[in-house]
């Protein structure tokens, strides 16, 4: 269809516009991310955690 040989600058700008959705599909590390600037340089609140004081091993698993 649109590739390579046939496509505009050999598809460059096809793949380039549908390559982009598959950078972000990192499994939420763009959130993590966030989390971690805005706890670390802005100084703000971690999110709430009320599993933190229990022990590991009572903690509810699949």
């Known amino acids: 269809m649109l ?3 046939d496509a505009y600058e050999h598809g460059y700008w096809q793949q380039q516009f549908l390559g982009q959705w ?3 599909l990192g499994g939420g590390t763009e959130q ?3 989390n971690v ?3 670390r340089v802005l100084g703000l609140p971690p999110e709430p ?3 933190k004081t ?3 091993k009572d903690l509810p698993r699949n």
């Open 3 to 5: 590739y390579e040989g």
């Open 22 to 24: 598959s950078v972000r």
């Open 32 to 34: 993590i991310q966030r």
């Open 37 to 39: 600037l805005g706890e």
């Open 49 to 51: 955690r009320p599993d």
């Open 54 to 56: 229990e022990p590991f």
